[in-house]
């Protein structure tokens, strides 16, 4: 859900020149991303 609500405020935030709102958008895809990553890596080692 992160990742969606990252998308959708990076590109409100460059259609409307907001800068800190594209800036927030990308950090939430970048946390949403890491998430992602970890539980991968999580269920790498549980098989």
Do not use: C, E, Y
């Not at 800190?20 to 949403?32: E, I, N, T, W």
């Amino acid at each position: 859900m992160r990742g969606v609500r990252g998308s959708i405020n990076k590109v409100l935030g460059r259609a409307t020149g907001d800068r800190p709102l594209a800036a927030q958008g990308r950090r939430d895809q970048s946390r949403s991303d890491l998430g992602r990553a970890a539980q991968r890596l999580r269920a790498a080692f549980r098989r």
